[in-house]
């Protein structure tokens, strides 16, 4: 194996805040010692009948204080696993901290499981409680309840509309958070006297892109490890005041758990709740954050969007977007040649502050993470005057380990440099290989799988990569997603996959050729391009027929054509097929992180890639 690189670096002991995350026993203390200081400042906002709405940092201390001995009142003892299905909201937070308070494990699950995943999250876990937000989400819990027989407990958020409960007693919020605060507060700081950075805060799923999702013991020192890195960042590059972070990403994955709850915690910031996809746009001019945590396909959504509304605006505007993404191309690391800062100027006086403002105007930086992100897709949001930061990682630690930063030199093609108490070293078959207080103390009930992912305390995190001159990741693919062709080539499929859903034709791809003579691909063609292919050859739009169509396939034969222009010979699709569906969650092809399910396409389109090899 290569020597370790960049050994973690110490930092000023002087900021507060970093002094406090290295000092806090668990999580819970974070949370009160932010909530004391910031008091009845905002700190959760929801929009609720056409308007936001904001509890302060004093009201959810003591909501977290009351549910959290109301769940020791209702049986629930230290260690317990409580499982959390809820869509993001204020309850959401309040729940998962008054879950730790209590002294049991919060076990965050997504809300678009199935009966089955809640059933194999149920058993595995152990859970003897389940918070519930609404009726609708509990439908397909309560089978898997039956299933298992080991839930005694659920609480719902919202009127559960009472059914005959069998084996488990109902609970209404409202009644749990009801109550004297002040001595729930003193219960609770007694309670969490006795938690230390080594015990388990929670089990985290992963999210199933190889097989059955795994329960990830994260502990309070690998979150509060986390949070500070990220912080580290926050401090040295952009100064923290008034900072606001907008909720998107399922808080159930690690990388919002983290990022979008703790991190916020941690900087005393105002956490705002998004209503969803269809309202996000509208949710960022209104709530003006200054920090999103995002996955990249939310940015290619963002880009293809930014790309139309321009288009539109006439030729000057149309130049001014040319001109900014090619002086960003020419730009090295950040900066601009001579030549081009005039231009450059201009472009920042008339389109990015337009850009901006769809952003809210106030965004310091956007941070992509959860999957690969396409350094065009990260260099078209430079050329437009905002701040995009990659960072990478897995839920196996924490979530991050490294993230891109201006001080770093950003470089789009690299996932920037280890954060702070990150050890990274490469093994010689170029596995990343990850080390520190943020790594996993190991999978729920796997003790088998747990002792070959950590060995000799390293992470062996399965991303092959390696480090540029300047200590920074570059990551080249999954080493189990790897192609590997009949001539024992290695192909990168996500790097394909990206290039291919940039272009303008093509909404989702994956590429195949394990053991194959060549790379052939599953595409989902882009819906408002073939709505505007349909309209312009007179034909009906029905995508089903339109794929059926010769026309149609050779038009998406050409962003086959213009991608494989950029890739090298053992890249290139040869072949392709179309998919009968798009990849979503609901048909478990995407997980709700959107990255694919390799092994579900795979299953599901199996003859049809073998097809692509005999035509």
């Known amino acids: 194996m290569h020597a370790p690189t960049l050994p973690p670096v110490a930092d000023p002991t002087d900021d507060p805040i970093l002094q406090d995350l290295d000092s806090a026993k668990n999580l819970v203390e974070l949370f009160f010692k ?3 200081e910031k008091g009845d400042a905002p700190f959760l906002g929801r929009k609720e009948d056409g308007e936001w709405r904001t509890q302060s940092w004093r009201e959810v201390a003591q909501q977290i204080s009351l549910l959290a001995e109301s769940l020791r009142r209702i049986g629930l003892n230290e260690g317990d696993r409580v499982a959390l299905v809820s869509e993001n909201r204020p309850e959401w937070c309040i729940a998962d901290i008054a879950i730790m308070a209590a002294g049991c494990i919060s076990v965050p699950t997504y809300i678009t499981n199935t009966e089955r ?30 299933r298992t027989g080991i839930v005694d407990h659920v609480i719902g958020i919202e009127d559960l509309q009472r059914q ?29 006297g006795e938690i230390n950075r080594d015990d388990t805060a929670c089990l985290i799923y992963t999210s199933g892109t190889g097989g059955a999702p795994r329960g990830v013991k994260q502990h309070h020192g690998s979150i509060l490890c986390n949070a500070a890195g990220a912080a580290e960042i926050l401090i040295n590059d952009f100064g923290i005041e008034n900072e606001r972070f907008l ?60 790309i139309k509304q321009v288009s539109k605006q006439g030729r000057i505007a149309n130049f001014m977007m040319d001109n900014a993404l090619k002086i960003s191309e020419h730009s090295e690391e950040g900066k601009k040649r001579k030549r081009d800062r005039p231009l450059d100027f201009l472009i920042e006086r008339t389109l990015r502050p337009k850009i901006r403002q769809k952003f809210g105007g106030r965004i310091k930086a956007m941070v992509s993470g959860g999957a690969p992100l396409n350094p065009e897709v990260g260099n078209f949001f430079d050329a437009m005057g905002l701040t ?41 078959d170029g596995e990343i290989l990850c080390r520190g207080e943020l790594v996993m103390h190991g999978y ?70 394990d053991k194959r003579p060549y790379v052939v691909g599953l595409i989902v063609p882009d819906a408002e391009w073939a709505l505007e292919w349909a309209r312009a ?11 059926e169509l010769p026309a149609f396939k050779n038009a998406v034969r050409g962003a086959l054509d213009r991608t494989n222009k950029d890739l090298s010979v053992t890249e290139k699709v040869r072949q392709f097929t179309f998919a009968d569906e798009a990849f979503s969650i609901e048909n478990e092809e995407m997980t709700p992180s959107m990255k694919i399910r390799r092994h579900k396409i795979r299953d599901r389109y199996q003859a049809q890639i073998d097809g692509l090899y005999r035509s």
């Not at 609404?134 to 898997?144: H, R, T």
């Not at 609970?171 to 700081?189: F, K, M």
């Not at 990388?255 to 996809?277: K, M």
């Open 34 to 36: 932010r909530a004391d």
């Open 164 to 192: 005959q409960a069998g084996s488990f007693e109902y609970h209404n919020w409202d009644a749990l958070v009801a109550g004297d605060a002040d001595a729930a507060r003193q219960a609770v700081e007694a309670r969490i």
């Open 388 to 428: 995009m930061l990659q960072g990478y990682g897995q839920t196996e630690a924490g979530p991050v380990m490294s993230c891109n930063r201006p001080a770093a030199g950003l470089k789009m093609d690299t996932v920037g440099p280890p954060m702070r108490g990150v050890e990274i070293k490469i093994a010689d």
């Open 537 to 547: 050859n007179d034909e009906k739009f029905d995508l089903k027929r339109l794929q």
């Open 444 to 513: 729920w009930q796997n003790d088998a799988e747990t002792a070959r992912t950590i060995v000799d305390g390293w992470l062996h995190t399965g991303d092959i990569g390696h480090l540029d001159e300047r200590g920074r990741i570059v990551i080249t693919d999954r080493k189990k997603d790897m192609i590997v062709n009949d001539k024992g080539d290695n192909v990168a499929p996500q790097k394909i996959e990206g290039m291919l859903t940039l272009q303008p034709e093509i909404a989702q791809a994956m590429v195949s050729g």
């Open 247 to 306: 909720s998107f990403l399922p808080l159930s994955h690690a990388y919002e758990h983290t990022g979008g709850q703790y991190l916020p915690i941690a900087v005393g910031a105002e956490i705002f709740y998004s209503q969803g996809l269809d309202k996000l746009a509208s949710n960022i001019e209104e709530t003006r954050p200054t920090i999103m945590v995002v996955v990249p396909r939310l940015f290619e959504v963002l880009r293809t969007r930014i």
């Open 117 to 146: 995943d809640h059933a194999h999250i149920l058993d595995n876990s152990g859970a003897r409680a389940v918070i519930v937000s609404n009726a609708k989400l509990l439908s397909p819990l309560v089978g898997a309840i039956g």
